[in-house]
């Protein structure tokens, strides 16, 4: 086997021979602040004397990040919706909802209706079951 010895040399760039093109670097550009993120959960304050309010949630599920519910009012069905998530317990002010006593009132929470019936007292307290089921909690 023969070997044949050999030398690198450093390179000194490209010389004057080459017909490439020198592509120079873009100029530095000034340095940009850092992007801070966005926060996962953001609290609102809430009125709590909001004359048009009448859904307020009273306790979110435990193990859970925070829960809400909507609800709507159909005067012309004279139905309430609710829908919930990770709720353990909400109340309705019926003094706040233009509901018709003498009409069945209809109320459905989480896609399941049923009928709702004037009390003596306009706040109704709702709690989930461990079966899944809300009931009317008694003040």
Do not use: Y
Request: charge should be negative; proline fraction near 10%; glycine fraction near 6%.
């Amino acid at each position: 086997m023969l070997l044949i010895p050999t030398a690198c040399h450093k390179s000194e760039g490209p010389s004057k021979t080459d017909d490439a093109p020198v592509v120079k670097s873009p100029p530095a550009q000034s340095p940009q602040p850092p992007i801070e993120p966005s926060p996962t959960r953001v609290d609102i304050d809430v009125v709590a004397d909001d004359p048009d309010r009448w859904l307020f949630v009273e306790k979110p599920a435990d193990r859970s990040k925070g829960g809400w519910a909507t609800g709507s009012f159909d005067p012309e069905r004279n139905k309430l919706t609710i829908r919930t998530k990770d709720v353990e317990r909400f109340a309705i002010d019926t003094s706040r909802i233009r509901i018709d006593w003498k009409r069945l009132v209809i109320l459905g929470i989480d896609g399941k209706n049923s009928e709702l019936r004037k009390r003596d007292f306009d706040l109704f307290h709702f709690a989930l079951t461990d079966h899944g089921e809300w009931i009317v909690v008694e003040p």
